[in-house]
């Protein structure tokens, strides 16, 4: 079946530092990737996503990239700020299936001043 | 801005007692989803419904969990009776999925349950 996997947190970094946290999938046919954000007491926001392979989703600086021969969908900021400290889901939809969303099981970024 | 409307926002039941939720999706949105997001863990979905028909509930304990989406408008998920490993967040979702493919689900602020 369908499935994410995201490194493990939480990551903690200092403002203006580097951020990639890591995404990669299972999943049979050719599969939407996203890019969900959780702020504290606030349900899920969509970040960004990408559709196809190659495709580069961005969005209030962050960045994933669709990587077909890695199966990866890693995300990148190049500066953080301490108002990006939130929780990261990673998730997949087959378009294929029922539309659903299936996510990995989430990355805490915490960033300090 | 449309929004997914959920309440309550918190709840505190005790076990072996029954619990309900409400979702109101964004006007216009014909698949509407329940997750579960257990803490420190992704959401699971729970049920997804297209209008007022059910086409996956593969995960929905159907024990003790039900749901239902009568007019393919607002839906309630209920669990009866609750047990304590059903605490966790109970979150809502409605898409309006274009030529078959999801574009993005729009997410409410959830129901924090807690079963004690």
């Known amino acids: 079946g369908n499935s994410v996997t995201q490194m493990e947190g939480p990551v903690t970094l200092s403002e203006e530092a580097f951020l990639t946290i890591n995404c990669t999938y299972t999943a049979t046919g050719y599969p939407s990737l996203f890019w969900y954000v959780q702020y504290p007491g606030e349900g899920l926001q969509l970040l960004l996503k990408a559709t196809k392979a190659d495709d580069k989703g961005s969005n209030k600086g962050f960045e994933a990239t669709y990587r077909k021969e890695t199966t990866s969908f890693h995300l990148e900021k190049g500066s953080v700020q301490v108002s990006d400290s939130a929780v990261y889901f990673c998730?997949?939809?087959?378009?294929?299936?029922?539309?659903?969303?299936?996510f990995g099981q989430g990355t805490r970024l915490t960033i300090n001043p | 801005e449309a929004e997914v409307a959920q309440s309550p926002r918190y709840k505190i039941t005790e076990k072996s007692q029954a619990v309900a939720f409400w979702c109101d999706p964004i006007?216009?949105?014909?698949?509407l989803y329940w997750y579960r997001q257990i803490l420190g863990q992704g959401p699971e979905l729970l049920v997804q419904f297209q209008d007022e028909s059910v086409v996956d509930d593969s995960q929905l304990p159907k024990d003790r969990f039900s749901a239902e989406r009568l007019k393919g408008v607002d839906s309630t998920l209920k669990i009866q009776p609750a047990e304590l490993g059903d605490s966790a967040m109970y979150l809502c979702?409605?898409?309006?999925?274009?030529?078959?493919?999801?574009?993005?689900?729009?997410f409410g602020q959830g129901t924090r349950l807690t079963v004690v």
């Open positions: 006007s216009g949105h014909a698949t």
């Open positions: 979702a409605s898409s309006s999925p274009r030529g078959g493919e999801l574009t993005e689900a729009f």
């Open positions: 998730a997949l939809s087959d378009p294929q299936g029922a539309q659903k969303l299936v």
